[in-house]
């Protein structure tokens, strides 16, 4: 049983419109990241969180806003999608220094902003 | 700041070959080191870490990796591939602040043919 869902699995959004990706765990983790891949850039972080209620800025935040209403749920905002914003996105927990940083990824989301 | 260099984009081998896929990293503190593999369509799953103790560790599927201080590099060898393990494999690093997760190097992908 998959430990961390995203929702939706794929979407497409029409530039300047609003989108949300979901991510749901059950590892009874801390810490929550999203991670955003492209072909020649790998992995790079957007916003990660270690509480409810609190998240942090990762290497590439602009454009993006992050949401954790509780320690399961983790979502990433695109107020106004971009052409540059699509990509496959990752959401991921871990326990952090408990497993040394083990994450836990999700199937990730496919955006494509037309 | 940490980073994670893999000086092989892609790596084509037969069935029953050996592989080593390398990576180096750059930084001068205590790290985890670690490999994810991804297969096409889903989500980075954890191989193997390595902090302290033997420099060799095991991960599953017959996956190793030799740590190397001296050298800065983290390789990560199988002796027999299969073609299910055709994937791209992830080298990932882990600085002090295991709350900013990991920063990945940018892949290799590995193409076993029958």
């Known amino acids: 049983e998959a430990a961390v869902t995203q929702s939706p699995r794929s979407k497409v959004a029409v530039t300047g419109g609003k989108v949300t990706l979901s991510c749901h765990q059950t590892?009874?983790?801390?810490?929550m990241y999203w991670y955003r891949q492209d072909t020649g850039h790998g992995l790079r972080l957007i916003h990660y969180s270690y509480v409810a209620d609190s998240t942090e800025k990762g290497d590439i935040p602009d454009g993006y806003k992050a949401s954790r209403p509780s320690q399961e749920n983790f979502s990433l905002i695109l107020e106004l999608a971009s052409l540059s914003q699509t990509a496959v996105y990752f959401c991921?927990?871990?326990?952090?220094?408990?497993?040394?940083?083990?994450?836990?990824f999700g199937e990730g989301s496919r955006l494509i902003v037309v | 700041t940490q980073t994670v260099s893999q000086s092989d984009a892609h790596v084509t081998v037969f069935e029953g070959d050996s592989v080593e896929l390398r990576c180096n990293y750059s930084y001068g503190g205590s790290i985890y080191l670690s490999w994810y593999i991804q297969h096409h369509g889903h989500g980075l799953q954890f191989l193997l870490k390595?902090?302290?103790?033997?420099?060799v560790v095991q991960g599953v599927n017959g996956f190793e990796a030799e740590f190397s201080k001296s050298d800065s590099s983290f390789h990560l060898r199988k002796a027999s591939v299969h073609w299910s393990d055709s994937a791209v494999y992830f080298c990932?690093?882990?600085?002090?602040?295991?709350?900013?997760?990991?920063?990945f190097g940018l892949g290799t992908r590995v193409s076993v043919f029958p």
């Open positions: 390595y902090y302290s103790g033997n420099p």
């Open positions: 590892n009874n983790h801390d810490y």
């Open positions: 990932a690093v882990s600085a002090g602040n295991y709350a900013q997760g990991l920063t």
């Open positions: 991921a927990s871990s326990d952090a220094a408990f497993s040394g940083n083990t994450l836990y």
